[in-house]
Antibody, heavy 119, light 108 residues
Framework: QVQLQESGPGPVKPSESLSLTCSVSGGSVSSRSYYWGWIRQPPGKGLEWIGSIYYTGSAYYNLSLKSRVTMSVDTSKNQFSLRLRSVTAADTAVYYC???????????WGQGTLVTVSS | SYVLTQPPSVSGAPGETARITCGGNNIGIKSVYWYQQRPGQAPMMVISFDSDRPSGIPERFSGSNSGNTATLTISRVEAGDEADYYCQVWDGSSEQGVFGGGTKLTVL
């Protein structure tokens, strides 16, 4: 069964960039049936969709974050990545990666990784 | 942008039926997905395509969707059902994923 695992460098300073990678096992990011998504959850708050990317590199981004977000796919490593620029404390959240059936639901999810933006 | 509205909290005693609503403009023409999130865990889908149960989800969980409201119904509520529940749609007109604000289910 497909499993996803987020990884990242840890705390990020304000105005810098946040970079995360999601490693996929038990399945291929090159699958034509799925997109690969990022969702975040600030502490004590709800879920926010960040964006979804297809293995070809075609991506959809949350319009409220679009100016700061870039997603990419590395099919050779079976990974996909998120970069969020010019972060502030408001970007502090647990970041989840998930497989998305094209145009529909997210399943399964990674365990999530907490990214703290602090000076 | 498309907005989904959920009540912040719902409660019920063990054995009762809990209903969690998700409101959206003409949501009945969209497919709705429901996720359960227990504390410290990643969300897990409990209902897909309005009313389908993924493998392993108890029959106590059911969903419906019509007009401007989708509903997640949990029959014979158990202590283990206490969690946050989120509805989600894909807005094809804007190619955006949308989550509701979440509802905390408290089992009394």
């Amino acid at each position: 069964q497909v499993q996803l695992q987020e990884s990242g460098p840890g705390p990020v300073k304000p105005s810098e960039s946040l970079s995360l990678t999601c490693s996929v096992s038990g399945g291929s990011v090159s699958s034509r049936s799925y997109y690969w998504g990022w969702i975040r959850q600030p502490p004590g708050k709800g879920l926010e969709w960040i964006g979804s990317i297809y293995y070809t590199g075609s991506a959809y981004y949350n319009l409220s974050l679009k100016s700061r977000v870039t997603m990419s796919v590395d099919t050779s490593k079976n990974q996909f990545s998120l970069r969020l620029r010019s972060v502030t404390a408001a970007d502090t959240a647990v970041y989840y990666c998930a497989r998305q059936r094209s145009g529909s639901y997210f399943m399964p999810w990674g365990q999530g990784t907490l990214v703290t933006v602090s000076s | 942008s498309y907005v989904l509205t959920q009540p912040p909290s719902v409660s019920g005693a063990p054995g009762e039926t809990a209903r969690i609503t998700c409101g959206g403009n003409n949501i009945g023409i969209k497919s709705v997905y429901w996720y359960q999130q227990r504390p410290g865990q990643a969300p897990m889908m409990v209902i897909s395509f309005d009313s389908d149960r993924p493998s392993g989800i108890p029959e106590r969980f059911s969903g419906s969707n019509s007009g401007n409201t989708a509903t997640l119904t949990i029959s014979r509520v158990e202590a283990g059902d206490e969690a946050d529940y989120y509805c989600q749609v894909w807005d094809g007109s804007s190619e955006q994923g949308v989550f509701g604000g979440g509802t905390k289910l408290t089992v009394l």
